[in-house]
T-cell receptor, first 117, second 114 residues
Framework: AQKVTQAQTEISVVEKEDVTLDCVYETRDTTYYLFWYKQPPSGELVFLIRRNSFDEQNEISGRYSWNFQKSTSSFNFTITASQVVDSAVYFCALSESYGDSWGKLQFGAGTQVVVTP | DTAVSQTPKYLVTQMGNDKSIKCEQNLGHDTMYWYKQDSKKFLKIMFSYNNKELIINETVPNRFSPKSPDKAHLNLHINSLELGDSAVYFC?????????????FGPGTRLTVT
């Protein structure tokens, strides 16, 4: 069963608009880690952020911000004032600490973000 | 300096052939992985190795055989290639098996089986 759901397949925005990518996860572990990766058209996977299950503080890094809410099992990602260079596929991923899922990075299906000038 | 490198970047071959993809990391990490990204961009783990020991084998056909000669290298050999093996294969590494470790990905190898 899919443990990470990214319900938005594609989001298209015009430059300077804000865009929020949803990520909902499912786990029974009390200790787990959530990640966001970016895959630009060139194909490589770029790490953006890691958050552990005990740290619900929101984080901001430049135009990027993340909202982690354990109550809704969500770890959403917002790009403020989007730019054409933000066009990419964004993946949310879960890493659990126990059982069969230990040591695996489980990815969502990805959200394609298209930013047009 | 490239942290995680893979060769080749592109691989086009015919059904039934055997091919290998090589991966090297210069980060001093203990753990390495192979992931497969299908045509719909879905990423799924195939294998992980920790200090040359196989840790995860994720129900991958036994035509796929990973080999880790040392902890800096993890190669993937594929026998009797099938059309469905066409995908992008990513190698990755992390400091350890611990779930909190960020994984560093290679540039990917696009395999096309005709």
């Amino acid at each position: 069963a899919q443990k990470v759901t990214q319900a938005q397949t594609e989001i298209s925005v015009v430059e300077k608009e804000d865009v929020t990518l949803d990520c909902v996860y499912e786990t029974r572990d009390t200790t787990y880690y959530l990640f966001w990766y970016k895959q630009p058209p060139s194909g490589e996977l770029v790490f953006l952020i890691r958050r552990n299950s005990f740290d619900e503080q929101n984080e901001i890094s430049g135009r990027y911000s993340w909202n982690f809410q354990k109550s809704t099992s969500s770890f959403n990602f917002t790009i403020t004032a989007s730019q054409v260079v933000d066009s990419a596929v964004y993946f949310c991923a879960l890493s659990e600490s126990y059982g069969d899922s230990w040591g695996k990075l489980q990815f969502g299906a990805g959200t394609q973000v298209v930013v047009t000038p | 300096d490239t942290a995680v490198s893979q060769t080749p970047k592109y691989l086009v071959t015919q059904m039934g052939n055997d091919k290998s993809i090589k991966c090297e990391q210069n980060l001093g990490h203990d753990t390495m992985y192979w992931y497969k990204q299908d045509s719909k961009k879905f990423l799924k783990i195939m294998f992980s190795y920790n200090n040359k020991e196989l840790i995860i084998n994720e129900t991958v056909p036994n035509r796929f055989s990973p080999k880790s000669p040392d902890k800096a290298h993890l190669n993937l050999h594929i026998n009797s290639l099938e059309l469905g093996d066409s995908a992008v294969y990513f190698c990755a590494s992390s400091p350890s098996l611990a779930g909190q470790d960020e994984q560093y990905f290679g540039p990917g190898t696009r395999l096309t089986v005709t």
